[in-house]
């Protein structure tokens, strides 16, 4: 386990065999991943009875340690995981009541809602949020009320679910306290370090990857950064990587909320093309179109069908286009 990691590269480590010793680097590669978000941070109301888990405790019970965390079920958003436990719970013979989301849309992958709500006839209520916990020792039931266009609840919509047990599926914190600790910038948008197209951070010799970064939606994604990541630690430790100061500024334009990565140094640009990840702000169920500018002048384009928020788009700046991101001030990636 890591303790602490210090800018000069010493990295206070504990194990059960050497107890607590430091390690001296010359690159770091930063994976600490992601963590869920807890009641608290939500700031749910109600008592304090025992039977409210996060989704992914749930299925560390019921998975690996082979334990049932309760018999009938609501689940507080849409997030994969939370999808993903309501077909498990049922499979194991709990009942889940519903799965209840305050936006008015899908937070998780469209296959989840097909695969784990619909194919197992579990009702989504969109636009619906749990306003309290009911309960002394142990979860009773949970109230539920319908949201309006500003996410406030309707107690005239108000709903009693009896239940014991109540599953927090409402998000994911890429985990960065040791990054912040380092100094390395960060993205107040996606949680996670500012990064260049080697996922390099804003201190050299630094390199992160994976859901420290952003969260991801499909773990091909991870596999990718990470390999990138691993080769430009291994190049910038054997002395093989030098980085400028300048860099282009990757900026989210039109109905994106975030791109990955924020950064390009122009000098390391190789291979058959450059990705670039983004996440769209709201649902767009219509054809829609990536397109990648410097200013008013377009360098790459993507056409979709549609575009969702829990479902993350890649565009390719193809090899070709490179000399024109080489001259660029900075690259807007909007949606059209």
């Known amino acids: 386990m890591v303790l602490d990691i210090s800018s000069d590269f010493h990295v206070l480590v504990t194990n059960n065999r050497e107890g ?30 025992a039977g409210v888990y996060t989704a992914g405790t749930a299925q560390r019970w019921v998975n690996i340690e082979g334990i049932m965390p309760g018999k009938r079920f609501v689940i507080l958003g849409s997030g994969d995981i939370g999808m993903i436990m309501a077909r498990r719970l049922q499979l194991e013979g709990a009942e889940v009541d519903r799965v209840v989301e305050i ?21 989504l209520f969109l636009q619906h949020t749990v306003t309290n916990v009911i309960g002394n020792q142990r979860v009773e039931a949970v109230e539920v009320c319908q949201v309006d266009s500003q996410l406030t609840p ?55 990857a994976g859901n420290v970064v952003h969260v991801y939606d499909l773990v091909d994604s991870v596999s990718s950064a ?18 400028s100061r300048k860099w282009i500024p990757v900026q989210a334009g039109e109905a994106v909320r975030s791109v990955v990565p924020q950064r390009i140094q122009a ?12 996440r769209v702000l709201k649902p767009m169920e219509h054809a829609v179109e990536i397109v ?7 360098i790459a384009g993507r056409k979709l069908p549609y575009a969702r ?19 660029a001030r900075a690259l807007t990636v909007s949606m059209i």
Do not use: W
């Open 267 to 278: 000098e390391t640009l190789s291979g058959a093309s450059l990705p670039l990840q983004l």
């Open 292 to 298: 990648v500018k410097d200013g008013g002048e377009k």
């Open 103 to 123: 936006l008015p849309y899908l937070s998780g992958l469209s296959r989840n809602l097909v695969q784990c709500l619909q194919d197992y006839d579990i009702p």
């Open 20 to 49: 607590i010793f430091t390690l001296k680097a010359r690159a770091i590669v930063l994976a600490m991943g992601c963590r869920e978000r807890s009641r608290a941070q939500i700031r749910l109301p109600g008592s304090r009875p």
């Open 309 to 327: 928020p829990g479902e993350m788009l890649t565009i390719n700046i193809p090899q070709a286009a490179f000399p024109q991101v080489k001259a």
């Open 226 to 243: 990470g390999e990138i990541a691993g080769h430009s630690a291994a190049l910038f430790a054997s002395g093989q990587l030098s980085l």
């Open 154 to 208: 309707q107690q005239e919509t108000r709903k009693i679910i009896p239940c014991d047990t109540l599953l927090l599926s409402v998000g994911l914190i890429p985990e960065n306290e040791l990054t912040r600790r380092i100094g390395i910038q960060m993205d107040p948008v996606t949680g996670g370090p500012l990064v260049n197209n080697l996922y390099g951070s804003s201190v050299p010799g630094f390199f992160v």
